[in-house]
């Protein structure tokens, strides 16, 4: 869907400020997937999702989209407009509208539907994030921040993108508001998007939630595939700065005192599962 080809990009590009945010980097997206990019702070991330979305555009390099090069086009932002959609940190930041309705329909409306098919699309979007009916009406400014996170990442979902980026979407919530906003994001994937990207600092989030993991290091990839076969270059995470899931953490100092696992354990459920196998056996 969505394919990166040798993209370098910096800011400031020219001028004595110039810093340089992105090395050549080969990255592709395809339909079904949910990719988790990890890397310490610097380290290229965010400019990685701004240039998938559009926002950005490469100082050299191509973007694909379904084999067409967006990197030709004057408005890159236009062309994937509906197509791959943004949720920066904070979303809940940018809510403006008077009612939540009225938000969500923001971007449908921008994109030329008529307004019943605006209010159509916000309602699904309402119930795939968990909204029901009866915050249509409320101010976005008198509810909740987990529940103005919804709204924010509904109006993402109204406009129907084939690909969904989000920027550390779990920032600022507690253990219970991550895991009913990862509970979400499977339900939108599951009935509306085809692929997801999500930038994340907590390697236990992306154990839980991605089938692949992007790492980058430097505004470069360091390394990237499976959560397992990320996840086993241990070694190769802790020199950039990172680290493993807490969980394989544990696995890891009981293999060292000579206790044997078949393979990379990433959550707590498969951690005890094998401890408990392992007892019993």
């Given at each position: 869907?969505?394919?990166?080809?040798?993209?370098?990009?910096?800011?400031?590009?020219?001028?004595?400020?110039?810093?340089?945010?992105l090395k050549n980097v080969c990255f592709?997206?395809?339909?079904?997937?949910?990719?988790?990019?990890?890397?310490?702070?610097?380290?290229?991330?965010?400019?990685?999702?701004?240039?998938?979305?559009?926002?950005?555009?490469?100082?050299?390099?191509?973007?694909?989209?379904?084999?067409?090069?967006?990197?030709?086009?004057?408005?890159?932002?236009?062309?994937?407009?509906?197509?791959?959609?943004?949720?920066?940190?904070?979303?809940?930041?940018?809510?403006?509208?008077?009612?939540?309705?009225?938000?969500?329909?923001?971007?449908?409306?921008?994109?030329?539907?008529?307004?019943?098919?605006?209010?159509?699309?916000?309602?699904?979007?309402?119930?795939?994030?968990?909204?029901?009916?009866?915050?249509?009406?409320?101010?976005?400014?008198?509810?909740?921040?987990?529940?103005?996170?919804?709204?924010?990442?509904?109006?993402?979902?109204?406009?129907?993108?084939?690909?969904?980026?989000?920027?550390?979407?779990?920032?600022?919530?507690?253990?219970?508001?991550?895991?009913?906003?990862?509970?979400?994001?499977?339900?939108?994937?599951?009935?509306?998007?085809?692929?997801?990207?999500?930038?994340?600092?907590?390697?236990?989030?992306?154990?839980?939630?991605?089938?692949?993991?992007?790492?980058?290091?430097?505004?470069?990839?360091?390394?990237?595939?499976?959560?397992?076969?990320?996840?086993?270059?241990?070694?190769?995470?802790?020199?950039?700065?990172?680290?493993?899931?807490?969980?394989?953490?544990?696995?890891?100092?009981?293999?060292?005192?000579?206790?044997?696992?078949?393979?990379?354990?990433?959550?707590?459920?498969?951690?005890?599962?094998?401890?408990?196998?392992?007892?019993?056996?």
């Open positions: 869907m969505i394919e990166l080809i040798d993209v370098n990009y910096t800011y400031e590009d020219k001028t004595p400020d110039a810093a340089v945010a592709s997206v395809k339909e079904g997937e949910t990719w988790g990019v990890i890397g310490h702070t610097g380290s290229g991330k965010s400019t990685l999702t701004e240039i998938m979305s559009g926002l950005l555009k490469p100082c050299s390099g191509k973007v694909l989209f379904n084999g067409v090069d967006v990197t030709k086009e004057k408005n890159a932002t236009a062309v994937l407009k509906g197509k791959v959609g943004l949720v920066f940190q904070y979303p809940e930041h940018q809510l403006f509208e008077e009612s939540v309705i009225k938000d969500i329909c923001f971007g449908p409306k921008n994109m030329g539907f008529s307004s019943e098919e605006c209010l159509e699309k916000a309602r699904q979007a309402m119930r795939l994030v968990g909204l029901d009916e009866s915050y249509e009406n409320l101010s976005p400014f008198e509810i909740s921040g987990g529940e103005k996170r919804r709204v924010a990442i509904a109006g993402v979902v109204a406009m129907n993108p084939d690909v969904l980026i989000l920027d550390e979407p779990t920032a600022g919530l507690d253990p219970v508001g991550r895991d009913m906003l990862f509970e979400m994001l499977g339900n939108i994937k599951g009935k509306l998007c085809k692929s997801i990207v999500f930038v994340s600092h907590s390697m236990d989030d992306v154990a839980l939630f991605a089938d692949k993991v992007l790492v980058m290091n430097d505004g470069k990839v360091l390394t990237m595939g499976t959560v397992n076969e990320v996840f086993e270059k241990s070694a190769l995470l802790e020199a950039a700065g990172l680290d493993v899931p807490q969980v394989t953490r544990l696995i890891a100092r009981l293999k060292e005192k000579g206790h044997e696992f078949d393979s990379v354990i990433l959550t707590a459920e498969d951690a005890a599962e094998a401890i408990y196998n392992k007892l019993k056996g």
